[in-house]
């Protein structure tokens, strides 16, 4: 099968020579080769589970998600850190479940059986919790990178068209793009292309071509799967660099005006609903306590307002206006 030739940022260059195709790979300097090692309980997870995850058949799915995720497991060894994890937690929310039955029965007084019965529900449902929530930890971790790879691409863009503008191989953009941390995730991708070709000895169109694939973000995707669209089809790569910089710039730039008026949408909900609400409702209810002889009944209610639903509401907004302003970061 033939090698692919080498794509430059003006379009396809040509072959390589047979000495730089068989360069050394030269580390920097002081630095070792390292690899993906288990930690001890990992280690301890897999010799105890590997007959019982080996036994299952593969998932593909999984496996999927814990490439995409960037953690260097394989879905064999994961679910046995599941299982591992499953059974200490067992353990614990026993012990616990234990102790709060004891608490409940001869402290609080509660009936046996219903003491008992909290008891034991705490540890089966936090088990059963951990069983079937970590398997869908790796998807989880997938999205959150794919966010903060959409965060970063349209500054990454604008940093690649400049390296593409001064004619610099795709190979070599995809490189120094993997050297500059300020983008985040995607210069984590981006060095996983250059491992693929400096240590793979993969051609850099297959290596794109697999990014793509494994790449938890829609529109990093796309833009990969258009560069080497583009590079097969005989075109030139520096317009298309330059078009989709400005194509994320601009959709960028419509995202964060959405969501600064989302941010002004939430502020005037905010002092309808968490200021100027509880505050009449604490006006009306204290009224009937003095008119209506409500007496110990309306100050718990007071007492409700004032110590659970106004710190529950501030809170809620405030955690949702942190998680939305961290995603304009």
Same mark, same amino acid.
């Given at each position: 099968?033939?090698?692919?030739?080498?794509?430059?940022?003006?379009?396809?260059?040509?072959?390589?020579?047979?000495?730089?195709?068989?360069?050394?790979?030269?580390?920097?300097?002081?630095?070792?080769?390292?690899?993906?090692?288990?930690?001890?309980?990992?280690?301890?997870?897999?010799?105890?589970?590997?007959?019982?995850v080996?036994?299952?058949?593969?998932?593909?799915?999984?496996?999927?998600?814990?490439?995409?995720?960037?953690?260097?497991m394989?879905?064999?060894?994961?679910?046995?850190?599941?299982?591992?994890?499953?059974?200490?937690?067992?353990?614990?929310?026993?012990?616990?479940?234990?102790?709060?039955?004891?608490?409940?029965?001869?402290?609080?007084?509660?009936?046996?059986?219903?003491?008992?019965?909290?008891?034991?529900?705490?540890?089966?449902?936090?088990?059963?919790?951990?069983?079937?929530?970590?398997?869908?930890?790796?998807?989880?971790?997938?999205?959150?990178?794919?966010?903060?790879?959409?965060?970063?691409?349209?500054?990454?863009m604008?940093?690649?068209?400049?390296?593409?503008?001064?004619?610099?191989?795709?190979?070599?953009?995809?490189?120094?793009?993997?050297?500059?941390?300020?983008?985040?995730?995607?210069a984590?991708?981006?060095?996983?292309?250059?491992?693929?070709?400096?240590l793979?000895?993969? &051609? *850099? =169109?297959? $290596? !794109?071509?697999?990014?793509?694939?494994?790449?938890?973000?829609?529109? @990093?995707?796309? #833009?990969?799967?258009?560069?080497?669209?583009?590079?097969?089809?005989g075109?030139?790569?520096?317009?298309?660099?330059?078009?989709?910089?400005?194509?994320?710039?601009?959709?960028?730039?419509?995202?964060?005006?959405?969501?600064?008026?989302?941010?002004?949408?939430?502020?005037?909900?905010?002092?309808?609903?968490?200021?100027?609400?509880?505050?009449?409702?604490?006006?009306?209810?204290?009224?009937?306590?003095?008119?209506?002889?409500?007496?110990?009944?309306?100050? &718990? *209610? =007071?007492? $409700? !307002?004032?110590?659970?639903?106004?710190?529950?509401?501030q809170?809620? @907004?405030?955690? #949702?206006?942190?998680?939305?302003?961290?995603?304009?970061?």
């Amino acid at each position: 099968m033939p090698a692919t030739p080498w794509v430059g940022a003006a379009g396809p260059a040509p072959l390589p020579s047979v000495a730089e195709a068989a360069r050394p790979i030269r580390l920097k300097r002081g630095a070792q080769p390292t690899h993906s090692t288990l930690s001890g309980f990992q280690r301890w997870c897999w010799r105890t589970f590997r007959r019982r995850v080996e036994a299952q058949p593969p998932d593909p799915l999984l496996e999927e998600n814990l490439l995409k995720a960037h953690l260097r497991m394989r879905a064999d060894e994961y679910m046995a850190v599941v299982y591992g994890t499953t059974v200490l937690a067992g353990l614990g929310l026993a012990a616990a479940g234990a102790g709060v039955a004891f608490f409940l029965i001869d402290l609080v007084g509660l009936s046996l059986y219903l003491g008992i019965g909290i008891g034991v529900a705490l540890p089966v449902a936090g088990t059963l919790g951990v069983l079937f929530g970590m398997p869908g930890s790796p998807a989880s971790a997938a999205k959150a990178r794919g966010r903060k790879i959409d965060r970063k691409i349209s500054p990454a863009m604008s940093f690649v068209s400049a390296m593409a503008s001064a004619d610099v191989n795709v190979d070599q953009i995809f490189k120094e793009l993997a050297r500059q941390k300020i983008y985040g995730e995607v210069a984590a991708e981006a060095a996983w292309i250059t491992r693929d070709t400096e240590l793979l000895g993969v &051609d *850099i =169109l297959t $290596a !794109i071509r697999t990014a793509a694939q494994r790449s938890p973000s829609k529109r @990093f995707q796309d #833009f990969l799967q258009g560069v080497v669209t583009t590079a097969t089809s005989g075109g030139q790569l520096k317009p298309y660099f330059l078009l989709k910089a400005q194509q994320y710039e601009q959709e960028n730039k419509l995202e964060m005006l959405s969501r600064v008026e989302t941010l002004g949408l939430m502020a005037e909900t905010f002092v309808t609903v968490v200021v100027a609400f509880p505050l009449f409702l604490v006006i009306i209810i204290a009224i009937f306590a003095v008119i209506g002889g409500g007496g110990t009944f309306m100050i &718990d *209610i =007071l007492w $409700a !307002i004032v110590a659970l639903m106004i710190p529950l509401a501030q809170g809620g @907004f405030i955690f #949702f206006m942190y998680t939305l302003t961290q995603d304009m970061v």
